[in-house]
């Protein structure tokens, strides 16, 4: 074993008589390096998009949430509440009821989602990273309201306008049809809209927030009626164990969810896009090493009669084979060392001085993740095995004897 690795940093090392050939092994070692470089590069970005993309729903979404098991809403007694707070893993939770609602404004309408929550639900919801402008919802004020910046600039909502009061109408609850009904079918409030949020183009025109209170009322609920309940938990507690406390407590009469079930097509589309990156570039990369067989074979030819000597001298065929073996796992291996290193590097750059961006004031998102270089370290490690036993197998007894 040692002796075909000597003589494969020997031949790696020292140049050939033929210059063709000292060319074509600097450039099989560059292809390496670029190789390794892209790959990392490309995974890093990738993954810094996917966290600025979760980004977005960590801020909105609560780590677990629970809905009624059959129908729309659940009852939460005060015996429930307090068994609720007893568990230790639980930082804060709230009650919401959402439903579906049509808001208008001087003659303009939005169909949107009505979300009532209680004062706890700014502990649960980081709130104050996606407000916009003004205000979130004043627990103190029953009429008090806010909406997403898209619902802003399709209806012309303004923060505090007192001018400009936005209605929130809801059909009545009921079996008959509304054509059927003599008296008004729906239940209607006005609101002062507060404040206005942001967090991105499919939840800005989505949601308007207010009181807990006001979406009852407007629904005709119970006071201890809600449609959801949202948790916050420590970090690192063990979610599926805090779930079936929950479930224990509701008697498993509600569905329990967490972060990433909540956005379970999100999370799904961006690890699908993560492997198919992934292997477009492995296959890139295994186009690339085909510079590494043709650099071995190239070496082989250059050597074939040093490769007698050894046979005369008594090295096997075995072991000649594995001088070039071991030589086209070191091009690759160093090759993504620097590859990676030189990967590191751009990435640590452009996390320190914002070197390139997508937009004027946004800068292109990366993320230094060392699975990533563990992820392009195998990779090319592997594909450099497969590449140099591919080379070395053209070496014979028939080869060498006709040196």
């Keep these: 074993m040692k002796f075909p690795l000597y003589i494969a940093k020997r031949y790696l090392l020292s140049k050939s008589s033929q210059n063709a050939i000292n060319i074509i092994n600097i450039v099989t070692s560059v292809v390496v390096v670029i190789g390794a470089l892209a ?14 993309s979760l980004s977005f729903s960590n801020d909105f979404d609560p780590d677990i949430k629970i809905e009624a098991a059959v129908g729309k809403s659940f009852r939460v007694s005060a015996a429930q509440l307090q068994q609720l707070q007893d568990i230790p893993e639980i930082v804060s939770f709230s009650k919401v009821v959402q439903e579906r609602v049509v808001l208008g404004l ?25 407000m916009f402008v003004g205000n979130w919802v004043n627990p103190n004020e029953y009429d008090s309201a806010v909406v997403g910046i898209g ?75 809600v449609t959801n309940m949202e948790f916050d938990l420590l970090p690192d507690s063990d979610e599926f164990a805090v779930k079936e406390k929950i479930a224990s407590i509701f008697n498993n009469e509600v569905i ?18 993560n492997l198919a990156i992934y292997l477009i570039f492995t296959l890139v990369l295994i186009l690339a090493l085909f510079n590494v067989v043709g650099a071995i074979v190239m070496m082989i030819l250059d050597k074939r009669s040093n490769m007698k000597t050894l046979f005369s001298m008594g090295t096997t065929i075995k072991e000649i084979k594995r001088i070039f073996f071991f030589q086209g796992i070191i ?25 390139f961006y997508i937009t004027p004031s946004l800068p292109y998102p990366v993320e230094l993740k ?10 090319i490690t592997i594909l450099g095995v497969l590449a140099s036993y591919i080379a ?5 007894r028939n080869f060498i004897a006709n040196a």
Excluded: W
């Design 331 to 355: 091009i690759t291996t160093l090759g993504g060392i620097l590859g990676i290193t030189l990967g590191v590097i751009a990435v640590y750059l452009q996390l320190q001085f914002k070197i």
């Design 39 to 52: 790959l990392f590069i490309v995974l890093s970005g990738f993954a810094g998009l996917k966290t600025f």
């Design 256 to 273: 329990a969810k967490s972060r990433i079930e909540l956005n379970d097509a999100l999370y799904k589309m961006l690890n699908t896009e």
């Design 106 to 130: 001087k003659n303009k309408h939005h169909i949107a989602n009505i979300k009532g929550v209680d004062p706890y639900f700014k502990k649960v919801n980081a709130v104050d990273s996606i």
């Design 151 to 225: 619902i802003s600039r399709l209806l012309g909502v303004i923060a505090n306008d007192n001018s400009g009061l936005l209605e929130i109408i809801v059909p009545k609850p009921g079996t008959k049809s509304i054509t059927s009904s003599s008296k008004n079918p729906y239940e209607k409030i006005r609101v002062l809209t507060q404040g206005v949020y942001s967090i991105n183009e499919d939840l800005d025109d989505k949601y308007v927030f207010t009181n807990l209170e006001v979406a009852q009322d407007l629904l005709e609920f119970e006071v201890n009626q």
């Design 370 to 379: 060392f699975m990533n270089c563990i992820t392009v370290f195998l990779t």
């Design 392 to 396: 070395s197998k053209r070496i014979t």
